[in-house]
């Protein structure tokens, strides 16, 4: 995957961090037994989906792969197997 940059955008890491926050929070509260925090937390999990893909939408995530680099890519794997 690290050759792909597959998560390596803008919108990704927002959309990680603002998720990962919202299950810290949901977990501490979970602990805490304060079942309206925990909501809380959930909510902020899924608002990180939510700008995420807003921020993809915008332009800040990865560019779909054309059919002629997909081909690029497949004849460089063969390659690479064959050698």
Same mark, same amino acid.
């Given at each position: 995957m690290a050759g792909s940059s597959h998560g390596h955008t803008p919108a990704a890491w927002t959309g990680v961090?603002?998720?990962?926050?919202?299950?810290? %929070?949901? @977990? #501490?509260? =979970?602990?805490? /037994?304060n079942t309206l925090?925990?909501?809380?937390?959930?909510?902020?999990?899924?608002?990180?989906? %939510?700008? @995420? #893909?807003? =921020?993809?939408? /915008?332009?800040?995530?990865?560019?779909?792969?054309s059919d002629e680099m997909a081909a690029a890519r497949a004849r460089a794997s063969q390659a690479q197997i064959t050698a």
């Open positions: 961090i603002i998720s990962f926050i919202g299950f810290c %929070v949901a @977990g #501490l509260f =979970m602990v805490a /037994a925090g925990f909501w809380a937390g959930v909510v902020v999990a899924a608002l990180g989906g %939510v700008v @995420g #893909l807003a =921020m993809k939408m /915008a332009g800040l995530g990865m560019p779909k792969e």
